[in-house]
């Protein structure tokens, strides 16, 4: 079983539409964990905490689920500039571990 | 203040030479990790090097080897190129590398012909 798994997608919504991502985890001893977000050929770049207790940015909420060991990011009113691919990452003491990312279409 | 930058960005090797990547960190940051990412794939985890030592290392073989200098800045040399070893080749830091979120260079783009 794979440490971080996701769903690969893609996600096709239109422009303002909701959508969410779930990831879920192995390691129940895991401390931290991010939603990264990465653009095609560039590096992932750190979208956002997860906290259990929930983490809210503009559009973007993180959630965590320690009991199902799963991370959730729901994004409202989705914008073209959206599209990218999503990565959930867990953290351990010395590594990040990375799902394989779920891929976001929004299209006009 | 400059983020993480890596260099070269991209390069084209043979199989059986070797590589150097370098690093530098952003200012401040005294951990710099390295990750392998193929296409279609999430970034996996090479070495983590903090202070100089090397904190931790992911699954892959001794062709793969790293170092990190007294400036933090961050060298990984790969031996015995194969075909495999193309991918997108990031540097990442962190203050001090542990439960902490890193962040990520553009990377090196490897092509190994």
């Known amino acids: 079983r794979k440490e971080v798994e996701q769903d690969p997608g893609p996600f096709n919504v239109p422009e303002g539409a909701t959508v969410a991502f779930n990831c879920t985890y192995s390691?129940?001893?895991?401390?931290?964990f991010f939603w990264y977000r990465q653009d095609c050929r560039k590096e992932p770049k750190l979208l956002m905490s997860?906290?259990?207790s929930g983490n809210e940015d503009g559009r973007f909420t993180a959630q965590l689920n320690r009991a199902s060991q799963y991370i959730s990011l729901l994004i409202r009113d989705s914008k073209l500039s959206d599209s990218a691919t999503y990565l959930c990452?867990?953290?351990?003491?010395?590594?990040?571990?990375f799902g394989t990312g779920t891929r976001l279409l929004v299209s006009p | 203040d400059a983020g993480v930058t890596q260099s070269p960005t991209h390069l084209i090797k043979t199989r059986g030479q070797h590589v150097t990547l370098r690093c530098s960190p952003i200012?401040?940051?005294?951990?710099v990790s390295w990750y392998q990412q193929v296409l279609g794939q999430g970034p996996q985890f090479i070495f983590q090097?903090?202070?100089?030592?090397?904190?931790g290392r992911g699954n892959f073989p001794d062709r793969f080897s790293a170092r990190q200098f007294p400036n933090y800045s961050s060298e990984l040399n790969v031996n015995a190129l194969l075909l495999g070893d193309s991918a997108l080749y990031l540097c990442?830091?962190?203050?001090?590398?542990?439960?902490?979120?890193?962040?990520f260079g553009d990377g090196t783009r490897l092509s190994i012909l």
């Open positions: 990442a830091s962190s203050l001090e590398g542990s439960y902490q979120p890193q962040h």
């Open positions: 390691n129940s001893a895991s401390q931290s």
């Open positions: 997860v906290y259990s």
């Open positions: 990452v867990e953290t351990g003491f010395q590594k990040l571990v």
């Open positions: 200012s401040g940051h005294k951990s």
């Open positions: 090097y903090y202070e100089k030592e090397e904190r």
